[in-house]
């Protein structure tokens, strides 16, 4: 398999070397050469498949040999261990459940899946190979999950001490083994900067084997494909048109569908929904591309000003199409296949408490904006069709303010309510350099 930097279509890489550096040296972003539809025998056979058997067709379809079946077997079925329900909530709507993992988010697909596969490539490697990151909260809890105990592999995350919720720094300080947390005393940009120097400070490197769990990270996206798949299979292949609704920040889990749709997974349409930081909604409506700061709000893991994944987005529709990103005809080839819509967060509260009168579903503050876009685009669509809203998170990892929006307490799943009782390990730390590559040199 070979992968290409969207900044550079000559630039190319191995899926190892992708894997290993997750940004291009130019700064672009990694992408599959060749994605091209599956055969029909696939389509035909999909229904009875599981969604890990799915997952590792997609795979092998891919990565085209790069990786022996027997090996590739292991690293999916290993990576999808849990399961992804659609629930109908009314007639036209259902929901995509991606909270069954051990995080309770659906980047716990990526995370599990990073995780094996860069402990493949690993092998035969006498030295541990460190994954330094920065966490400002949700990020950090998944890779730690997802890393947990895995051969060869090393994972040390920085927080900012005070600064993530109490349940996040327990899912980051309490699981042991390979996974180290730092506390540091200061911001999450400090922790950020802090990573930075590890990955340009050649003395370290030089001893200690450092790579990142970053979330443009090519092996992250590819597995969160396959719950679109698995969505189709309980859908039904006789199932009114499909359209999936994507509550988005970085824009990650939209670019795995359209993946999924160029290998021929029957999708008539994409809804993405946003909070206040509406930057893809307003491109997708006047065509201008305007990034900036983020703004805080209820739905905050897509409190995201600059979506990294907006490249990976308009270079897929400029490839389809023969066109250069960001010309006008990208945007309107954009445009025909995404509807954009973006809510405050008093609609959004508002959208919660609505469902769960109406229909008796518990929706988290994210899946709850792309009700509201589902809403939005049945009112202004005349045809038929079955929209499926992707629930990124479980409702309880937001207790506090669920409970605040319904007036009322909620149940906790056993595995997150465990995490109250489970004892803190951290490594405080300043947020000076040298102490954490004191730390890396006398450990690894
Ligand atoms: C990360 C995250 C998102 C945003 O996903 P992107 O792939 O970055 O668009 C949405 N909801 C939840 C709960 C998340 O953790």
């Not at 540091?184 to 400070?201: E, N, R």
């Not at 149940?411 to 000076?432: G, I, Q």
């Amino acid at each position: 398999m070979q992968l290409y930097s969207t900044n550079n279509p000559s630039l190319r890489a191995s899926l190892a070397e992708a894997v290993f550096q997750a940004l291009p040296p130019d700064r672009g972003l990694y992408m599959p050469l060749e994605v091209s539809p599956l055969p029909k025998s696939f389509f035909g056979a999909m229904t009875k498949m599981s969604m890990a058997e799915m997952g590792f067709r997609v795979c092998r379809h891919l990565f085209k040999g790069t990786i022996p079946d027997d090996d590739l077997e292991e690293i999916v079925y290993g990576a999808i261990n849990f399961p992804a329900p659609l629930v109908e909530i009314d007639g036209q709507i259902s929901v995509l459940e991606l909270f069954h993992g051990p995080s309770l988010a659906f980047k716990d697909f990526g995370a599990r899946f990073m995780a094996r596969l860069m402990s493949y490539f690993n092998r035969g490697n006498q030295q541990d190979l460190v994954i330094l990151v920065a966490t400002s909260g949700d990020t950090g809890g998944a890779v730690a999950a997802g890393f947990y105990d895995t051969p060869g592999i090393e994972v040390v995350i920085l927080y900012p001490s005070g600064k993530v919720s109490l349940l996040q720094e327990k899912q980051l300080t309490t699981l042991g083994k390979n996974v180290k947390a730092l506390e540091i005393d200061g911001t999450f940009d400090d922790c950020q900067a802090m990573v930075k120097q590890a990955f340009v400070d050649n003395e370290l490197r030089s001893k200690v084997r450092i790579s990142s769990a970053n979330s443009i990270n090519i092996s992250r996206l590819i597995p969160q494909s396959f719950y679109y798949f698995e969505a189709v299979r309980q859908a039904g292949m006789d199932s009114p048109p499909l359209v999936f609704c994507v509550p988005s920040g970085n824009f990650g889990n939209l670019t795995a569908g359209l993946l999924a749709q160029k290998m021929g997974l029957p999708i008539s349409h994409f809804i993405a929904a946003t909070n206040s930081n509406d930057v893809v909604p307003s491109y997708l409506e006047s065509g201008k591309y305007n990034p900036g700061p983020s703004t805080s709000t209820l739905s905050n893991a897509m409190d995201v000003g600059n979506p990294s994944n907006f490249m990976r987005m308009t270079d897929l529709y400029g490839q389809i199409n023969g066109l250069d990103p960001l010309k006008e005809s990208t945007w309107q080839a954009m445009q025909s296949s995404i509807s954009g819509y973006a809510f405050g967060d008093a609609e959004t509260e508002d959208a919660l408490r609505r469902v769960y009168l109406t229909h008796d579903y518990l929706l988290d503050p994210h899946g709850a904006v792309g009700y509201l876009a589902i809403e939005d685009h049945l009112r202004k669509s005349e045809k038929s069709m079955h929209a499926i809203l992707l629930e990124t998170a479980h409702p309880a990892k937001f207790k506090p303010d669920v409970e605040r929006i319904l007036g009322a307490s909620i149940a906790v799943p056993e595995r997150l309510a465990r995490l109250a009782d489970a004892k803190k390990e951290a490594f405080s730390m300043s947020t000076e350099y040298t102490e954490l590559k004191d730390f890396l040199l006398s450990r690894y």
